[in-house]
């Protein structure tokens, strides 16, 4: 993994996490919109400008690589850089959570 790559996603933005997690299944900006509003129970609503402009930039570094178009939309899906960029993520989100549950149970 290359300084940009490191740079760029960590830590992760809330968007790039949500586009890489919902990306292990291929789909399309909209529908990535939608799969967060739903496993996010409509916490977080990704707006539509931010979608596309990062799924350009992330295409371009790699991280996720577009498969077709289906109706006009493009798919696009996760990339193993990609894979690798979310464990890490993942694994700094792990150690936060274990830190903070260790201070809050300590007082």
């Keep these: ?7 760029v996603y960590m830590p992760m933005t809330e ?10 299944e291929p789909n399309h900006g909209y529908g ?3 799969k967060v509003e739903q496993i996010t129970g409509g916490a977080i609503r990704l ?4 979608m596309y402009g990062s799924l350009s930039k992330m295409e371009k570094d790699g991280v996720i ?10 798919i696009y899906r996760i990339t193993e ?3 690798v960029v979310l464990q890490v993520e993942l694994k700094r989100i792990e150690r936060l959570y274990k830190n ?8």
């Design 1 to 7: 993994m290359d300084n940009h790559i490191k740079k």
């Design 15 to 24: 968007t790039a996490f949500y586009i890489l997690l919902c990306l292990k």
């Design 32 to 34: 990535i919109v939608q």
């Design 47 to 50: 707006a539509p400008g931010t």
């Design 65 to 74: 690589r577009f498969v077709r178009e289906e109706d006009k939309r493009k």
């Design 81 to 83: 850089l990609g894979e």
């Design 100 to 107: 903070a549950q260790e201070v809050m149970a300590h007082g």
